[in-house]
């Protein structure tokens, strides 16, 4: 069975950090992109930061600088390392894995930043 399964998820305040996993299960891990995508209310799903099998990546503007994704093949997981937080970064995350038509979505996993 395939499986995502976001955490790390909390509330924090203007200026923490916070580190995202997406764990993984019954897929090839090392084979597919991988994204975090972001939620917040009343708002569209938005693209944070991709990295790919071979380990390019790309980040959305206001991700750049502050935010990291990383991967662990041996692990089968991928990691979104947030600094400098803001109340805007506030948002449900959903980590996504894709390769070819095949396309699976974690459960997300909820982040505020409030003072």
């Not at 998820?9 to 580190?19: D, M, N």
């Not at 993984?24 to 790919?52: E, H, N």
């Not at 947030?82 to 699976?104: H, I, Q, R, W």
Request: glycine fraction near 12%; hydrophobic fraction near 30%.
């Amino acid at each position: 069975q395939r499986q995502l399964v976001e955490s790390g998820g909390g509330e924090v305040q203007p200026g923490g950090s916070l580190r995202l996993s997406c764990a993984t299960s019954g897929i090839t891990f090392s084979r597919y992109a991988m994204t975090w995508y972001r939620q917040a209310p009343g708002k569209q799903r938005d693209l944070v930061a991709t990295i790919a099998s071979g380990g390019s990546t790309n980040y959305a503007e206001s991700a750049k600088g502050r935010f990291t994704i990383s991967r662990d093949n041996a692990k089968n997981t991928v990691y979104l390392q947030m600094n400098s937080l803001k109340p805007e970064d506030t948002a449900v995350y959903y980590c996504n894995a894709k390769l070819g038509l095949s396309l699976y979505w974690g459960q997300g996993t909820q982040v505020t930043v409030s003072s």
